[in-house]
């Protein structure tokens, strides 16, 4: 059974900073590309962030309005996927997804979301 457990969520103040965490179980963690998304009230879900690996070489790539501030990364020993948030907005406020799919096959595993509060 596939689970993803999400966690770093929380109330920031713009500028701060936040790090999310999920870690996943169930999965040869190799075999899977990783992402964030985010949800804010009333939009769609959107990509953050994606985290794929080729051969020995992680690639990474980024929303345009995450560049620069936010750093996805994956540490294969604890399974885990990292989101590190800085320099936080407002507009960054959301729902946050751990999303694994994998390399092989159509598996796509979404985890339960994290809840980000940049305010005031």
């Known amino acids: 059974q596939v689970q993803l457990a999400e966690s770093g969520g929380g109330l920031v103040q713009p500028g701060g900073s936040l790090r999310l965490s999920c870690a996943a179980s169930g999965i040869i963690f190799s075999r899977y590309d990783m992402g964030w998304y985010r949800q804010a009230p009333g939009k769609q879900r959107e990509l953050v962030a994606i985290i794929t690996r080729r051969g020995s070489i992680n690639y990474a790539d980024y929303a345009d309005s995450v560049k620069g501030r936010f750093t996805i990364s994956r540490d294969f020993a604890k399974n885990t996927v990292y989101l590190q948030m800085n320099s936080l907005k407002p507009e960054d406020t959301a729902v946050y997804y751990c999303?694994?799919?994998?390399?092989?096959?159509?598996?796509?595993?979404w985890g339960q979301g994290t809840q980000v509060t940049v305010s005031s």
């Open positions: 999303n694994v799919r994998s390399l092989v096959d159509d598996a796509d595993y």
